[in-house]
């Protein structure tokens, strides 16, 4: 599964979506809509079909700009079925049509978690953080 959490972008919402329909390895595809404007999720949930869900979380009161992804993610998880979920966001774009076939091949059976380490925080524990 993918899931990629969005908020008023449909435009590249859904050339992330094109792009994963041409992966080697097809993926089901989870939108998670983090509290689009009525016009733009309209939009966004007009991209529904067999291959992909959209769900949307209204949230009020967030600390910061980042728990809106957060969120989405904690959802995401909850509502995978598949033995693996890539998370992704709206920019980004796959460069490979066998990414997802790809990251399949690292994934340990002991440890199935692949990714990039994130950018430098102001906290100590960053590193080695996906």
Not at 42 to 66: F, Q, T, W
Not at 85 to 95: E, G, K, V
Not at 107 to 119: D, R
Request: aromatic share 10%.
């Amino acid at each position: 599964s993918v899931a990629i959490p969005c908020l008023d972008t449909f435009e590249q919402v859904e050339i992330c979506v094109q792009i994963l329909r041409m992966q080697t390895e097809k993926p089901y595809i989870l939108i998670i809509d983090t509290g689009s404007c009525p016009e733009e999720y309209a939009k966004i949930e007009s991209l529904r079909s067999n291959d992909l869900e959209v769900h949307a979380i209204r949230l009020n009161g967030v600390l910061h700009p980042c728990d809106f992804p957060a969120m989405a993610m904690d959802l995401a998880f909850t509502l995978c079925r598949t033995k693996f979920l890539f998370a992704t966001h709206a920019d980004c774009f796959l460069r490979r049509r066998d990414f997802l076939e790809y990251l399949l091949t690292l994934c340990p059976e002991k440890s199935p978690v692949v990714g990039y380490e994130i950018s430098p925080r102001k906290h100590n524990d960053w590193h080695g953080m996906v």
